[in-house]
Nanobody, 114 residues
Framework: QVHFVESGGGLAQPGGSLRLSCASS????????MAWHRQAPNKERELVARVASSGGTMYADSVKGRFTISRDNAKKMVYLQMNSLNPEDTAVYYC????????WGQGTQVTVSS
């Protein structure tokens, strides 16, 4: 069963911006904390941003001040606005709960390069 469909990735120049979207099909979406995770080549998957059911947010130090996570419970959507991108942000981005409670989607590739 596909729980999440991520989109919005692509090629960006250093200093550029992208906005990722995640469409969810999980039941009772609004009660779950949600998160964006990323996995760079040859690296472990890491959590970069999370948004609680209440709307509170937390960010990894590496993206703090540059990325903004948000959610729309009525549409079962999660978003990640990414600004001031740098090559270290290159990765496949996934959404899920912070603990990865559900099966992973295919993700969306973000490549930051000049």
């Amino acid at each position: 069963q596909v729980h999440f469909v991520e989109s919005g990735g692509g090629l960006a120049q250093p200093g550029g911006s992208l906005r990722l979207s995640c469409a969810s099909s999980i039941n009772y979406f609004s009660v779950y904390g949600m998160a964006w995770h990323r996995q760079a080549p040859n690296k472990e998957r890491e959590l970069v941003a999370r948004v609680a059911s209440s709307g509170g947010t937390m960010y990894a130090d590496s993206v703090k001040g540059r990325f903004t996570i948000s959610r729309d419970n009525a549409k079962k959507m999660v978003y990640l606005q990414m600004n001031s991108l740098n090559p270290e942000d290159t990765a496949v981005y996934y959404c899920n709960t912070p603990s990865g409670q559900f099966s992973w989607g295919q993700g969306t590739q973000v490549t930051v390069s000049s």
